[in-house]
Structures are given as structure tokens and as C-alpha cells.
């Protein structure tokens, strides 16, 4: 089955700096990427996606890149703010059967005025 | 006008006991999920239906079984509680569990077991 593995597990930047996050999967058959953001206490909320036939997809200050061959995306921050600290998923979807929506261990991003 | 929502919100109870938890969804999808958030915050998926059809049973003990009385509801029995019950647990649902579409989550009920 489809394991997804995240880095770092926790990322502290400061306010206006750039934050990446990277996961790895290992499902070849995966073809659908999202991300979910999840605030204390809250629950996990879809802040961007990406599908296989597309490379990079980019939502104002956020962008997510996908290299298949080497079966890893990345979720890029541009220009942090404090609201953006949060705990971040990645997860992959494998194209066989049901959905079944595989997250990552997530990353605490903790941005710093 | 919650769209994912689930009940209650906070449980407190003690080894042995049996509880459960219910979730509704007012999106029309035909798809909802049962996820468990441990303390670490792994998100792991447990159940999931179908239009009231169980088609992912992930290694969770018997003690857990779900219900679907019908595609809007998806509720959570859990027999026998076990201190490692104590986690979050997250309903969710999307259009059809055949696409490559987003999930919603519910608030989540945080289980704590004494």
C-alpha cells in the first residue's frame, strides 16, 4: 500500500521568510496530492492540491510542486505570516479502488513576528 | 450550517465503557470516512462507506464498528474502551470515493479514556 513520509517534522522561520515542506511516496499508481492545514485544536482544511498530470500549481502565496519520476512534492510558502503557523499534511491518493487518502507524519510550522 | 458535522464534541469516559460518536454530512456526497488523530498527530484512516456500503477497513480492532444508516450518516461505536482509544477522532466526507476529490473534515471528537 501507498506510504507517505514528510519532512521536517517541525520548521520555525521568521515572519516574511520563505517555509518549504517535502514528501515522499511510494505508490506509483498515486495520482492526486493535496495538502491540509490544521490550526490547533481544528480540524485538517484543504489549502491546495495537486493532480499528476500537472507539474507545479501555485494559490497566491502558496505553490506545490510534483516530480513523479522521483516521486516526491514539495509545498512552498512565500512570504510567511504568523497565522501561517500551523501543522501541515501532505497526502497522496492511490488510483486503484476506492479513494483511500494516505497523510504524512505533518510539519509544525511555527513563523515568528 | 456546519457542513461535516459530528457529536459530541468532547468525550470523557472510563476504561470498559462502551460510547459512540455520530457524524452527519449535509454536503450530498456519497462517500464519508472514519480518521483517527493519535497524540502524535498521525492522521490515519479507519473506515470508509460508500452510499452506506463499508469499502475500506483498515486494521482497527472489533471493538470499533461503524454504522451507515444511510449516506449522510456515519457513526462510531467502540466497545470495551482502552486507554489507547484516547485520541481525536475526525469524520469526513467527498463527492465519490472513485475520483480524486478533496475531503472535508468534521470538527473532530477528542476521546479521552481513564
Known amino acids: 500500500g501507498e506510504n507517505v513520509e514528510q519532512h521536517p517534522s517541525t520548521l520555525s522561520v521568521q515572519e516574511g521568510d520563505s517555509a518549504v515542506i517535502k514528501c515522499t511516496y511510494s505508490d506509483s499508481a498515486s495520482n492526486y496530492f493535496p495538502w491540509y492545514k490544521q490550526e490547533l485544536g481544528k480540524r485538517p482544511q484543504l489549502i491546495i492540491d495537486i493532480r499528476s498530470n500537472v507539474g507545479e500549481k501555485k494559490d497566491q502565496r502558496i505553490a506545490v510542486t510534483l516530480n513523479k519520476t522521483a516521486k516526491h512534492f514539495s509545498l512552498h510558502i512565500t512570504e510567511t505570516q504568523p497565522e501561517d503557523s500551523a501543522v501541515y499534511f501532505c497526502?497522496?491518493?492511490?488510483?486503484?479502488?476506492?479513494?483511500?487518502?494516505?497523510f504524512g507524519t505533518g510539519t509544525r510550522l511555527l513563523v515568528s513576528p | 450550517d456546519t457542513a461535516v458535522s459530528q457529536t459530541p464534541k468532547y468525550l470523557v469516559t472510563q476504561m470498559g465503557n462502551d460510547k459512540s460518536i455520530k457524524c452527519e454530512q449535509n454536503l450530498g456526497h456519497d462517500t464519508m470516512y472514519w480518521y483517527k488523530q493519535d497524540s502524535k498527530k498521525f492522521l490515519k484512516i479507519m473506515f470508509s462507506?460508500?452510499?452506506?456500503?463499508?469499502?475500506i477497513n483498515e486494521t482497527v480492532p472489533n471493538r470499533f464498528s461503524p454504522k451507515s444508516p444511510d449516506k449522510a450518516h456515519l457513526n462510531l461505536h467502540i466497545n470495551s474502551l482502552e486507554l489507547g482509544d484516547s485520541a481525536v477522532y475526525f469524520c469526513?466526507?467527498?463527492?465519490?470515493?472513485?475520483?480524486?476529490?478533496?475531503?472535508?473534515f468534521g470538527n473532530g471528537t477528542r476521546l479521552t479514556v481513564t
Open positions: 462507506y460508500n452510499n452506506k456500503e463499508l469499502i
Open positions: 497526502a497522496a491518493l492511490s488510483n486503484t479502488g476506492f479513494q483511500k487518502l494516505v
Open positions: 469526513a466526507s467527498n463527492p465519490s470515493g472513485r475520483y480524486n476529490s478533496p475531503l472535508h
